[in-house]
């Protein structure tokens, strides 16, 4: 198998995936212990981190903002915190539909190709595919497992296999 830079947007759509499961999982535990939906977007592993929703806003956002920047396309807009589970869901969809519009054409050639971007305590530039391999996909498989663990730690009886239900 060739790994190239668009071997990222097959895993970007998986972690959606695995995003849309464990929010499914999780909303029909909530509801079986009284707890809204909203309620359970609220949930935290510990006090000072940010919310789930926080989670499920990062992962989306990351996983089509940033091959976006390395391809040099017009960035999608970014979602908030603020979405209900059905918003969350859409976007997620969207997010997705976004994706599978992104071919291997739009992101050849783009390995080195330098993106800077303020990341609010500094402003780094880097090449396109250090950004992609290290930074985003970091950041999005360290904001599913925050959201996994947010749910397992309040009762969510989710598994290992929850993780890969994007296929593998």
Do not use: C
Request: charged share 20%; glycine share 8%.
């Amino acid at each position: 198998m060739t790994v190239s830079l668009h071997t990222f947007v097959d895993l970007y759509s998986k972690a959606l995936t695995t995003l849309d499961n464990i929010l499914t999982k999780g909303a029909a535990f909530a509801a079986s212990k009284g707890v809204s939906e909203a309620d359970m977007l609220n949930w935290r592993l510990v006090d000072d981190m940010n919310p789930l929703s926080f989670q499920a806003m990062v992962v989306i956002n990351f996983s089509k903002q940033w091959p976006a920047r390395v391809a040099g396309l017009e960035v999608p807009e970014s979602i908030d915190e603020t979405l209900d589970l059905a918003g969350y869901k859409a976007e997620i969809a969207k997010a997705k539909d976004w994706l599978a519009g992104l071919t291997a054409e739009k992101l050849a050639g783009r390995e080195d190709v330098p993106v800077t971007f303020n990341l609010g305590m500094m402003e780094p530039t880097l090449p396109g595919q250090t950004w992609l391999t290290g930074f985003s996909t970091t950041n999005v498989y360290f904001h599913l497992s925050i959201a996994y663990a947010i749910l397992r730690a309040r009762g969510v009886p989710l598994g290992k296999p929850d993780m890969f239900a994007g296929g593998l």
